[in-house]
């Protein structure tokens, strides 16, 4: 149980395209997702904090106008990266939680999107 | 600011050897997790301590939870090559998850 699906798992685009990322808890409901953001070699950082229905909470330092981000329902979350840019290439992992899912794992994450911009 | 140190950040150790991996973290929490993250791929959830003196053990790995100390650590005992991979400690702070700077394992034959 507690299943996080992420799509893509990879993706490849040109500079100053828009990318979308998708996270949906298929088994339980999230109401709350969270998005990290990980450069190679580095460890898991918070970038944003989703509840259902409303509006996102930024870590400090990341552009919220950059990282657009929808949590429209209880099972799915959206990260939109708005003209990316090489330096946005990285590994991005969502996870949700949720109180109908197991109460000892905080988070349940989906298996990650590497994003590369050319 | 709630920080959360791992150590040592990369080890490369011969099979059937042992060691510790340490995570000491600055400001209280009673909910600690270890992860286990492969090359390219997402994390797996390791071990789950939720009180002082917790302690969890799994295969060749075993984790304790010293909430006073602020500390946890992560033991491998005759390690295989298996456990290659790199491993995330992370403290719970309110609903979120402040994660370690990673400890990057290597085991060669």
């Known amino acids: 149980g507690a299943v996080v699906s992420q799509h893509p798992s990879w993706v490849i685009c040109k500079s100053g395209t828009s990318v979308k990322i998708e996270c949906r808890s298929l088994d339980f409901q999230a109401t709350t997702m969270f998005w990290y953001r990980q450069f190679p070699k580095q460890s898991l950082m918070l970038m944003a904090t989703s509840n259902e229905g409303s509006k996102a909470t930024y870590e400090q330092g990341v552009e919220k106008d950059k990282f657009l981000i929808n949590h429209a329902s209880l099972t799915l979350s959206t990260l939109t990266v708005t003209s990316a840019h090489p330096e946005d290439s990285s590994f991005y992992i969502c996870?949700?939680?949720?109180?109908?899912?197991?109460?000892?794992?905080?988070?349940?994450f989906g298996d990650g999107t590497r994003l590369s911009i050319l | 600011e709630l920080k959360v140190e791992q150590n040592p950040l990369f080890l490369s150790m011969q099979e059937g050897k042992n060691y510790t991996i340490y995570c000491n973290y600055s400001t209280t929490s009673d909910r600690l997790y270890w992860y286990r993250q492969d090359p390219g791929k997402s994390l797996e959830s390791l071990f789950v301590l939720l009180s002082n003196g917790a302690v969890k053990q799994e295969g060749r790995l075993m984790a304790s939870l010293d909430t006073k100390a602020r500390l946890s650590t992560l033991h491998i005992t005759a390690a295989v090559h298996d456990l290659s991979a790199t491993y995330f400690c992370?403290?719970?702070?309110?609903?979120?998850?402040?994660f370690g700077t990673g400890t990057r394992l290597q085991v060669f034959p």
């Open positions: 996870s949700a939680s949720g109180v109908t899912g197991p109460l000892n794992q905080p988070q349940h």
């Open positions: 992370a403290v719970a702070n309110t609903d979120k998850l402040i």
